[in-house]
C-alpha cells in the first residue's frame, strides 16, 4: 500500500552497498534539481550528466567533481555503470530519447508531460513493458506529505462523498509561445487528481476556456470542468498572469472538506467537519431560511505533516520499483490519462464546447 | 461625480429639519438590516415597518419605540408621511408590490433581484419614469468603500488594460430549493461588474456550468464565463458547500493587478504593481525561459480605505437621489442587466452550452 | 458551573413577562454599546438614559423612542422601574456614582476600571455587600466565545501544566494625557487571565518598563511581566503607537498550546498538540541537538465557536446574578484584583524595579 | 556603501581565474550550510573540509567529490591553498581555532557567538588586526535582503523618529543544558540592530527576565529590555517552547512603521504611513477622545524584495573584504557589541535588575 516510504525508511544514510547507478540528460531548471536530489539520496550514485552544452552541465555539478559530463547520449546509454536515466529534456525529445534509453537496456525517469501526443506515449508505455524496464514520469506533487495525506483521507472515506473539487494554481508564470497554460500547469492539478481520486481521474466530458489577453499568442489564463462524478465537478483555475500566488485546492464532502493551501507551510492541509445538511422534511415556513438549512459546525484540524522534500522520495520510489520489480506509484498509465486530458482541452479549445471522452481507465 | 458621497458627508447628525419619511416592508434577515441604517441615517425618518407577522416586526423595532407597526401594505402606502419604502419581501412579490408603490406616489428601493422576469423588471422601470419616481435596487457591495475604490481605479486607466477577472464567493449558505446558488449569490459579483468596469458589464456571451452534488434540488455550485472584452474573461465561482469563506476578486491589468480580499479587513485592496511583459522580440534561444518571458517584480500598495457600512451610504444616496431628481447609482437598469444575465444563465444550464446575449446596454 | 450561558438560554425572545429595567447612565462611545445591548436582551428593559448632555442621549436611542432622556442622576436613581444602573462616565465618577446608586437600592454595572484606588474599591465592594445589591463590573473580554474557552480548557488541565503566558494587545490607541497606556489597555489582559487562570491572577510580582517616545506626558508602549507560578511568566505587551493591530494570547503548556488571535475571526482559537519533551537521560552525544530534543509534532485543533457578542452575554449575566441572588462572574473582587496590580505597575514605573505584592486573592 | 552586492554582481558564474580557497571547519547543521554555499559561489574554491569525524565530513561533501577531507586541523591550516577558513565548530573552541588561523595566515569567518568571553573576542580581534587577516562573523540575518531594505529605509529616515522596537522570535527550540535562550536566539535580534540602528546598538542599560517552566536547567522563555534612545525602548522575546513559529520585527516610527514578518515570504516588509499625531494645542473638552487624538491613516506599502539566499551574499561579503583589504560589514567589533549585551544579560538574569553598561561603540 505505501511501497515507496517503506522503502525510503528502510535504507540508512552511508549504506552503500547496492546503489543503483544513474544518469541526468538535460542540466536545465529541472535538471538541476534531479542532480541534487540524486546527488543526496542514499539510494543513488549520480555518475553521469548529459547536456549539449558542457558548460551549462559543469555548472551544475559545481567544483571539484567526478560526475562524468557528457554531451552524446549514445555515448552515456552505452556505460554499464548507468542503470537508470532521467531525461530532463524539452518534450519534443522525450519519445525519442525514452525508446533509445529503453533501447539500451536503461530503467527511465521523464519529466511531463510523458510526450507530445497519446500515440508517442502509448509507445512508450509497449517498449517499456517488452524491455523489461520501469517508465516512470515525474508527477512530482504526488510525492508531497500533503498529496500523500489527501489520497489516504479520501481511500479512508473521511469526507464521505465527494461533492466538488475546485483547484487554483494562479502565479506569475512563463509565458511561452509553444506551450499554452494548460499544458504548463494543469498537468499538476490533473496528476495530483488521478492520484488522489480512489479509481482515478477519469471524467466523461472535459470542457475548457482560455484566453490570451495579453496577445502572447497561446493561452495564459485557463479554466477547466470535469465532471469527476454524476453532479461532482471537478474545476481548474490555471493562470500565468496573476501576481498572487495561490495554490490551493478544495476537495469538498458530505462530511468534511478538506482544504490544501499549499503556500501556507504552517497550515497546509485543513479538515473541516463543517458542512451543510439538508432538512429530511421540508415545510412551506414563512422563514424560508430556517427550514431549509442546517449548518454543522464543527472543529477544524490541521493535521501534522512531515516537511519532506518531494524530490527525494521521488527518486526514492524509482529506485524502489527497478529493484522490487514493479511499476512505480506515478506510471506511464498515469502520464496518459493525464495527456488525454489535456490533448482533450485542446480540442474544447479549438471547438469551444464539451469534449467527450472514452473512459481513461480502460484505455490505458 | 461621487453624488453619494457628497451628499452624505453635507449632512451632519442632528439636522432633522429635511428627513424623508421611509417604511420598510418585510422584516426578515434584510429588513432588520434596513431598519436599523433607515434608523440611524440624518437623512431619514423610519415611520413604519410593515410585516404580514407582526409580532416578527415588533421584535424588529424593540421595546419603547413609536415607529407603526403595520401589516396591511394599502395602509401604509395610503400615508401621507412615507416618501419612500424599501422592499424587502421575497422575490416574487418585488413586481406586484414596487407597481402599487408607485401608483401611491413612492419612491422605491427593493431588494435583489429586481424580479422574477426581465419583462416585470422592463414594467417596474418604465412605471417609475411615467410616475417620475425614484426606483433603486440595493446592490448593497456597490457602496462598500472597497468597490468605490476600484471603480474609481479602473475608471483612472491604474490597471492598464485589463486582462481578465477572477471572483470567488464561496462559502457554507443557504441552500434554497427554489433559488439557485447562481441567483442567490451571483447578483453581487454581477453587480459589482457592472458597477465598476467602465461602460458596465455587457458581455456577448455567457456561459456557467452547476451541479447539485447533495441533491438539494437545486444547483449548489456553479461556475459563470463571460468575456467582457475580446480575449478578456471574467469568470465567478459561486458555491454553497464551502467551508472556508473566500469573497475575493482579482482584476488583472497589463499595468497592475487589483485584488480584492473582503474577508481580510486589514487588507481588502492590495494593487500589486507586478506582472509579466512580454518581449518585443523572440529569439530561438536555448534558453526558452530566459528570452520569453520578463516579470515586473514592483511593489505592492495597501490603500487606506475608511471603515463604512455600505448600507448607511446606500440609504444615503437613496435619499440624495431622490433630492436631487436623479437616478440612483443602482438604478432599474443596472438591476435588468444583471437580471439579464441572471436569465442566461439559466439557458445555459438547460442546454449546457454558451448563450448569446443582445448588447445589454442598448436594450437597458 | 456555567450560570451565565444557562441562563441566557432558558430564556427565549419575546418572553417579556420579568424583564428587568435598567438604565445607562453616560452616552459616550461604550454607553452606545451598553444601550444597543440593553436595548436587544430578553431579560431588559431600558427605561431610561442618563446624561449631562441631552443631545448626546437623543442621538444614542435614536428617533421615534420612548426611553427616558435624564440629565439629573438623583431623578434617575429615584424612580421605582430602575432595577439596575450601568454606569458608563469616566472613571473618576465611578466611586461617587456607584455608591449613590447602591444607596438608592440599585444594582450597578461599572465600567473598567471600577475606581481610581483601592480604597474607593474596597468601599464599594462593602456597600454592595451591606445593601444586598450586585455590584459587577464590565470585564467585556470575559463574556467572549474566546475566552470561555479558554477557562474551560485550563481548567479541564487539557494543556498539562502551564510554562508560560504571553499577551500583546498593540493598536493605534487613543493617546490620553491622564491615563497611560497601561490603565487603558491592560485591564484587559488582567481581567482575562483573572477569568482564566484557574485560581485567578494572583503574582506575587509584577515588574512593568513604559515608555512615552512621542512626549506625550504619559506612556504609550509598556510591558508588564509577572510570575503566575514559579518559572512561570505571565508576559504583556500593550501599544499604542502600533499601526498594526495584534490581539493575541500564548497559554504554552507542558502537553498542548492554546493560541488566541482575536483578530482572526476565521480562527480565533488553535490548540497546538506540539512541544518540546525533555529526555529522561542525557548523554554527551557528539550531536548535542539529537540528544537534547524531542519534538512532538501533533495536529492542531481549531475549535468551533459560536460568534456571539460578548456584551449581550455580559447584561445577560448581569440579570442572573440579580435573580439568583449571587455573585456576578466578574465581580468587584475581581475588579479589585485588577486595580491593584495596575496600582503596583505605577509603582514600578516609578521605582524602576519589580513590585511585591500581597497575595491578591487573600486580600481580596 | 554597499560593497557586497556590488561585488558579488561584478562577478559572473564561470570566472574562475580569481577563486579564493577555502576549508568549513566543522560539519555539523551549520557547517553543512556553509559547504553548500562556498561550493556553489562563484568567488570560492571550497577545496577542503575539517572534522574530527571524517564520515561526517564525507557525507555533507556526497559522492563523487575531490573536496579533501581533513581530521586534523594543523594539516589544514599548514595548506597553502587555503586562503580562508570557516568555522562552525562549538562557541568553546572558536577562541583557540580562530587565532591558530590567523597565526597561520588565513582570513577567518567565525559562527556567532564570536567567543565566550569578552576578553577572548577582544584578544581574537587584536590577532587579526595584527595579523593583518579579515576576521568576520556570521550574523547570516544581516544578509538578508530584508534586513539590508531596513538598514537602508532607518538610515533615509523613512520612519521619521524612531518610537520603539519590538522583536519576536520564538519557535519550537532546541533545549540545550548549556546555552540558555538568550544565547541561542538573541544573538539575531542583537546583531540586526546592531546593523540597522544607525549609530549601531549601543543601550547604556540592559534588562532581561527568563525562567525555565520545564526544569531543563536553563532559561527557555526571555524577554531583554534595552533603551536604544531616552524613552525609546527596544524589547525582544525570544522562546524555545512556543509551537508557533513567529519571527516579527516591528520599528514604530514617527512618520511610518515598518514591520518585518519574516515568516510571510509574500509579504516579509510592509512600511505603514500610520500613526498617532499630537495634537498642538489640548482643550479640556467634554469629549476627551475627540481632542487629544489625530490617526494617520494612510496607505501600506509592501516593497519588492529580492528572494536571495542569505548565507550566499554573506560568502560573497567575506571575498570582497579579503580582496579589497578592508573589514567586512559583520566584523568582529559588531560581533563583541552583541557579545557584550549577551553577557549583560546573564548580569541581569542573576541580579533580577538591570544592568548598567559602557557605551559599546566606545569599548569596540
Same mark, same amino acid.
Given at each position: 500500500m505505501r511501497p515507496w516510504s517503506a522503502s525510503s525508511s528502510s535504507r540508512t544514510v +552511508? =549504506?552503500? %552497498? =547496492?546503489k543503483l547507478g544513474v544518469a541526468v540528460i538535460g542540466s536545465g531548471y529541472w535538471g538541476t534539481n534531479l542532480v541534487r536530489n540524486f546527488r543526496n539520496h542514499p539510494d543513488w550514485d549520480l555518475v553521469a550528466v548529459c547536456d549539449l552544452d558542457p558548460a551549462r552541465a559543469a555548472r551544475v555539478v559545481? $567544483? &571539484? *567533481?567526478?560526475i562524468d559530463l557528457l554531451s552524446d547520449v549514445d555515448e552515456l546509454l552505452a &556505460?554499464? =555503470? %548507468?542503470?537508470a536515466v532521467a531525461i530532463a529534456t524539452p518534450a519534443s525529445t522525450h519519445h525519442a530519447l525514452t525508446l533509445r534509453a529503453l533501447a539500451a537496456g536503461k530503467h527511465v525517469l521523464v519529466e511531463?508531460?510523458? /510526450?507530445? *501526443?497519446l500515440d508517442q506515449a502509448a509507445e512508450m508505455i509497449t517498449a517499456a513493458q517488452a524491455a523489461g524496464r520501469v517508465l516512470m514520469v515525474d508527477h512530482t506533487f504526488c510525492y508531497t506529505p500533503a498529496v500523500r495525506y489527501i489520497r489516504d483521507a479520501l481511500a479512508a472515506g473521511d469526507? +464521505? #462523498?465527494?461533492l466538488y473539487v475546485d483547484s487554483v494554481r494562479i502565479n506569475l508564470g512563463l509565458v511561452q509561445p509553444d506551450v499554452n497554460v494548460f499544458w504548463d500547469l494543469a498537468p499538476h492539478d490533473l496528476s495530483i487528481l488521478d492520484f488522489v481520486l480512489p479509481g482515478g481521474l477519469a471524467p466523461q466530458t472535459l470542457s475548457a476556456v482560455g484566453t490570451d489577453p495579453l496577445g502572447a499568442g497561446t493561452e495564459c489564463v485557463g479554466h477547466l470542468s470535469m465532471p469527476v462524478a454524476p453532479e461532482v465537478l471537478a474545476h481548474v483555475h490555471v493562470n500565468w498572469l496573476s501576481p498572487v500566488k495561490v495554490r490551493q485546492m478544495i476537495f469538498g464532502g458530505s462530511r468534511r472538506t478538506l482544504v490544501w =493551501? #499549499?503556500?501556507?507551510? /504552517? $497550515? &497546509?492541509i485543513s479538515i473541516y467537519d463543517r458542512g451543510v445538511d439538508l432538512p429530511t422534511q421540508r415545510e412551506n415556513a414563512s422563514d424560508r431560511r430556517a427550514s431549509t438549512i442546517s449548518y454543522r459546525l464543527g472543529d477544524v484540524v490541521v493535521p501534522a505533516l512531515p516537511e519532506r522534500e518531494a524530490l527525494s522520495s521521488m527518486v526514492g520510489e524509482l529506485a524502489a520499483a527497478i529493484r522490487e520489480e514493479r511499476a512505480p506509484l506515478t506510471d506511464g498509465h498515469a502520464a496518459m490519462r493525464v495527456l488525454r486530458l489535456l490533448s482533450a482541452s485542446d480540442s474544447s479549445l479549438a471547438t469551444g464546447a464539451p469534449v467527450r471522452l472514452d473512459d481513461s481507465r480502460s484505455a490505458a
Open positions: +552511508g =549504506d552503500s %552497498v =547496492d559545481g $567544483q &571539484r *567533481s567526478t &556505460r554499464s =555503470d %548507468v542503470t511531463k508531460p510523458i /510526450a507530445e *501526443s469526507l +464521505g #462523498d465527494l =493551501d #499549499d503556500v501556507n507551510p /504552517a $497550515q &497546509r
